[in-house]
Structures are given as C-alpha cells and as structure tokens.
C-alpha cells in the first residue's frame, strides 16, 4: 500500500475553507457549524483519509497532540502572569490514548489517573508520582497499594477508603500522601450536593477524630480537592473560599496542606456561531410544539418534556457552545473577588499551590473519528438513513447527542462518477451498526448537498475529549476503532497509538 504523506504544518486556512462547499458538502437542516483546527481540514483534504480507513479500519480515530500542548500553555500562562504557583493534570479518563500522556510529561504537567491501569500507564511512560493523582470514584486494595509503593498522592473521598488506606500504609510502615475531597459548598444561598467527597461542614470533626495527630506516620495531607459538577466558574469562587476556610483550620492543628485543587469541569466550545445553536434550541422546541417539521430523528426531544403545549426540563446535551472557555474561564476565577482580595492573591496569600484537572478543555482540537458510509435507503416518510461503519457509542458521552455538524468526504471513485453533479440533495439520519432502533450516531437531521455514496467517508470533528473512549463499547462483538497519531513530521506515516500497538 502507498503511504500518504500528509503535511500538515504550513496550511493556508483561507485555501481550505474555500474548498468546504465543495469537499465537505455536510450540514443540519440547523446547521451547527463546528470548530475545527487546521490540521484536521488538511487530512479531509488530503486524500489520506480513504487509505487511512483501508488500512486500520472503520471507524477510526486519528489523534494529534500539538493542540493538547497549546492549551496546556495557555493555562500556564494565565498562572504565570499571575505569578500564581499552578499545576495543571490532565484528566486521563478523557481519552485513552497513550500519546496524550507522553505529550503531557514532556509538558511537565500532571497526570489526573482514575483507575489502576491509568496509574499503571502513567508510571509506565515515565510521568513521576510527585505529577500525578489518583482521583477513582472506586479505589480496591491493589489501587491503594499501588499508590503506596508509588507515593502517588491519592483523592480521598469517604470514610471507609480513608481508613483502609491508614490500615494499608500501616502495615506497610510506609507514609501515604492523600488530599481529602470536599463537597456540599454553599452558593447563592444554595448546597452543592455532589455524591463525592466529604461535607466541607463536616471534614474537620472526621480530621480530628481519625488524624488527630498532624504528625502520623502513615497519612499526610498534602492538599484539599474538589471537583463540581457543571462549568459554573462563580461556583467555584465559592468553593475556593470555603476550601480556604478548611485551609486554615488544618494549619490551626499542625497539618500542612500545600495544595488546592479545583478539579476539572473547565468549559469549551465546539461551535463557531452562538447564532446557530440559539437558532438550532429555537426551532427544536418549535418542532416538539408541532409548529414545524422535526429537526430530530422521530422528533427526539433531547431531554426537554412537552406539557399541556408547554416546554419544561432542561436540555440533556453538553453546552456544545460556550463563550467562557479554557484559559480565560480560569483567569476570570483568579481575577475574582475573595473579601476583598482577587482568589489569586488569597491562594499567594497562604502559599499554596492551585491544581486543576481538564479533560475535554485539555484536548480541544485533538482529535476527530472517521466512519466509512456503508449504505443510503430512504423511509416511507422520505427521509434519509445513512448506515455506517460504527455503532453509537464510539462518539458518544452521556449526552443525548453529538451537536456538531459532521464532515463529508467522498471517495475518489464517487467523486469521478459525479461527473461534477452537486445539485442533488438529500436529507436524513446517521444510523450505525448495532441491531437496535435508537442506535442513532446523531440525533439531529443532516442535510448532504451533492452526491452520497457507498464508500464516502463522515467525519465527526474534535471528538478526543471522552467522545471517542468514554463509553465505547464492543456489542455484538464488534472491534473496537483503532487509534492513529497523525506524524509531527511531514515525511513520517501515521503510527498507531500505543495502546492498538499491541
């Protein structure tokens, strides 16, 4: 097979835009334009993509880790000019690409692990155990014993793991490091209730009964944790103070914690056009009230509930568009006010090091998966379903849907029997391959301008952050997608991910 160079450094982006309309001809009936990094444009356009899928099967996911770096040093820098001591650890369990943690430690960041086997990897690649933490909402005996004999710092977030591993590390004589991982903030006269963690109003009465000695030979606390569920940046002001609180109580009985650490949940936006999405919610619940065509397969609410010709609920979609993202969302914490203070001068103030932990926010940009188009056959209402090569859950997380437009890229051999027709239109549904009816890979109904064939391929853009992983799964024994790394030289084929290699 000849190899396809792709060269992916120096792209002249207006060039590749210009060619969208005619190589990429893929929108929703709503279009929900997606963002999508330079490199990504230059594949599709490449004529590598076909060959790639030939290759190493379908769907594929193709991974790039220049983009993960880039973000990493724009969360540095906003803590930099802050002159904010500031590690970042990138959450794992976003992708399970080996890559992005040999990336990652050449960026001297940390590694947030949730599982043995993630910690595993982690010391494995070399990460040392002073950058990474073990965040598992389970931790069994031989995760704990690991972190031990690791000195790996652990997320301590009940009563019951906390004195398994004071059990552990006594009979091993050996000290481990734990942060313990607080919950029940108070907001806008409100409690943050979260299944994790111990109640901030509680943590110290648990510290005096179970460490009352700051001096134990067994466990040190070494910071305070918190992760929030939602990307509400006031929220986290708010847990920041009430976590400085604790601080200061620890300190007050000879405990000395060094760190806080904020966890993940940093927002990011998939979309270009805040208009789109707002157009797109508009006329969603125009379609559930019957005022107007369904934009979605069957007329899928997306988690909103029609009653008595009102809407109530709240959409089950991540907020595919956000204005407050990455970097700026975190400088706008630590320019925030804290009784009188910005929180950066408070955490300066008690000479503490802010942590955090993205996943999604960390991998903007690093990815897309790719699906072969297997079959076209149209229902009885005249819609569309377009079969492919993947079943849902490999670009999928818990939201109900993938709420980017999907990019099309036709085979050389439809392209030529085209002829350079591309007046014919059809519209329709994404389906894949598992034996169910809901196995929809996106909701939303999609409009292809030009023809569609057999052998074209679609492809889903920036899905490296949990949609490629996450909740991918081998039903009716099918293979899992292999994972490629596009080369950082221009004379270099793609490899396979350490974990395909195998």
Request: glycine share 6%; with cysteine; proline share 4%.
């Amino acid at each position: 097979m000849n190899e396809v160079i792709l060269d992916h450094r120096d792209i002249n982006c207006e060039e590749v835009r210009k060619t969208d309309a005619d190589r990429l001809p893929c929108e929703g009936v709503l279009p929900l334009k997606g963002r999508v990094e330079p490199w990504m444009h230059s594949a599709c356009n490449s004529g590598a993509l076909h060959q790639w899928v030939q290759q190493y099967g379908s769907p594929l996911n193709v991974v790039h880790s220049e983009p993960l770096q880039r973000n990493i040093r724009q969360f540095n820098d906003v803590a930099e000019s802050r002159e904010l001591d500031f590690q970042v650890f990138f959450a794992r369990k976003a992708n399970k690409c080996a890559t992005f943690v040999d990336a990652t430690n050449q960026m001297s960041a940390g590694i947030d692990t949730a599982s043995e086997i993630e910690l595993r990897q982690a010391l494995q690649c070399g990460v040392p155990s002073s950058r990474i933490i073990c965040t598992a909402a389970i931790k069994s005996t031989q995760l704990l014993r690991l972190c031990v004999d690791s000195q790996v710092t652990i997320a301590i977030d009940n009563a019951d793991e906390f004195l398994a591993l004071k059990t552990l590390a006594a009979d091993k004589q050996m000290q481990a490091n734990i942060a313990l991982r607080l919950s029940g903030f108070q907001h806008a006269n409100a409690k943050l209730e979260s299944r994790f963690g111990f109640d901030v109003n509680e943590v110290m009465p648990f510290v005096f009964k179970h460490l009352p000695n700051a001096a134990d030979d067994h466990l040190r606390i070494q910071g305070l944790h918190f992760h929030l569920d939602g990307y509400s940046a006031e929220q986290r002001v708010s847990a920041i103070q009430q976590t400085l609180s604790v601080i200061q109580e620890l300190r007050n009985v000879g405990h000395c914690p060094s760190f806080i650490d904020i966890g993940g949940g940093i927002p990011m936006s998939y979309l270009e056009s805040e208009h789109q999405w707002d157009d797109f919610w508009r006329e969603h619940r125009r379609a559930l009230l019957d005022q107007r065509t369904p934009i979605t397969y069957r007329n899928h609410s997306l988690g909103l509930n029609v009653v008595h010709g009102e809407i109530f609920g709240k959409a089950h979609c991540y907020p595919f568009f956000q204005r407050l993202v990455g970097a700026d969302w975190l400088a706008h914490i630590l320019d925030s006010d804290c009784a009188g203070q910005t929180i950066t001068e408070a955490i300066n103030d008690y000479k503490l090091q802010l942590r955090c932990e993205p996943g999604r926010s960390l991998l903007d940009g690093c990815g897309m998966t790719i699906a072969r188009v297997e079959f076209r056959k149209q229902t009885s209402q005249g819609d569309w379903l377009i079969g492919l090569s993947m079943n849902g859950t490999q670009c999928r997380t818990s939201s109900d849907d993938f709420m980017v437009d999907p990019l099309l890229v036709r085979s050389p051999e439809n392209i030529e029997e085209s002829n350079g027709v591309t007046d014919n239109c059809l519209e329709g549904y994404l389906v894949g391959a598992s034996c169910t009816e809901s196995d929809l890979l996106i909701q939303r109904k999609l409009r292809f301008s030009g023809n569609l064939h057999p052998g074209d391929l679609i492809v889903f853009p920036n899905t490296a952050g949990y949609f490629m992983h996450f909740l991918e799964s081998r039903t009716h024994l099918y293979p899992l997608a292999r994972n490629i790394i596009l080369p950082r030289e221009v004379n270099e084929p793609p490899r396979l991910d350490a974990i395909d290699a195998e």
